[in-house]
């Protein structure tokens, strides 16, 4: 498989406790984004890479939300002290360059019990 | 106000119907995705377009920039058409998306 890979597919976890997903874009993307949806909406930035550097963050990144590329591949974001209105789908993109197709992964859907 | 808005919100047609959404934009951009979100959260990129006009299948997409419009369109649709539609834009230096609502369709047999 050589697409966009997130892993796990869904999580339930108790408030307060810490969750960590992972993305694996497709190998040779540079660019790599991370984006939260809620139901009824659409997708909303988070965050993006360029190869291992984190380029922007939005204000919806809190400080419980910290996001790592460390060689360039693959990809975490960690959720500390979890909320329930954390619950939503984490969705990661990737792209080979600026300007070019984005290929999504099918999500991390996290529920906060 | 939303930078990119779609319309209609919900859309239901019989199989068979020819299909429209709309969608506008507020910011510039350099190119506007067309994907598709089926149950479960798997976004599938259908087109990303600059200029004019591009079609697969039963598929056609169309961008006026100096209008800030796009639309998509599906001739003959079918229930497997049913999903959501989402328009986004990259915008800005960085070249992130811009999304839109989505619009929910649901095509009948």
Known sequence: DTGVSQNPRHKITKRGQNVTFRCDPISEHNRLY???QTLGQGPEFLTYFQNEAQLEKSRLLSDRFSAERPKGSFST?????TEQGDSAMYLCASSLFLGQVFFFGSGTRLTVV | KNE????????TAQEGEFITINCSYSV????????QQHPGGGIVSLFMLSSGKKKHGRLIATINIQEKHSSLHITASHPRDSAVYICAVIGGSQGNLIFGKGT?????P
Do not use: D, T
């Open chain 1, 34 to 36: 991370w984006y939260r």
């Open chain 1, 77 to 81: 974001l960690e959720i500390q002290r």
């Open chain 2, 4 to 11: 990119v808005e779609q319309s209609p919100q919900n859309l």
């Open chain 2, 28 to 35: 510039g951009i350099s190119a506007l995705h067309w994907l």
């Open chain 2, 104 to 108: 929910k369709l649901s095509v009948k």
